[in-house]
């Protein structure tokens, strides 16, 4: 039984970093596919990003450019590193994982980008 949690959100000002964790309780070689979502109040869920197991990422149009996805077998950990940031990416992130086992939500944790 895996499960994941999320650490990493605060608040930072506009153009400031922030990197976001998601742990799992077990290993994540067994994960298809990882991913992070995103949700402002009043808002539709939005795609970050994802990583596959081989490696491959791939990055909504909105921080294209600005974040990086990681995943570390050994810590069984993925990583969102976020530079850049901005007003609008202010929202609560998700990290997400599929797999045979199915989906697997985190609890979020929440990032505000304020000046």
């Known amino acids: 039984q895996r499960q994941l949690v999320e650490s990493g959100g605060g608040l930072v000002q506009p153009g400031g970093s922030l990197r976001l964790s998601c742990a799992a309780s077990g290993s994540i070689r067994g994960i298809d596919v990882m991913g992070w979502y995103r949700q402002a109040p009043g808002k539709q869920r939005e795609l970050v990003s994802t990583?596959?197991?081989?490696?491959?990422?791939k990055y909504g149009d909105s921080v294209k450019g600005r974040f990086t996805t990681a995943r570390d077998n050994v810590k069984n950990t993925m990583y969102l590193q976020m530079n850049s940031l901005k007003p609008e990416d202010t929202a609560v992130y998700h990290c997400n994982a599929v797999g045979s086992f199915g989906s697997l939500w985190g609890q979020g944790t929440q990032v505000t980008v304020s000046s």
């Open positions: 990583i596959s197991s081989a490696g491959r990422t």
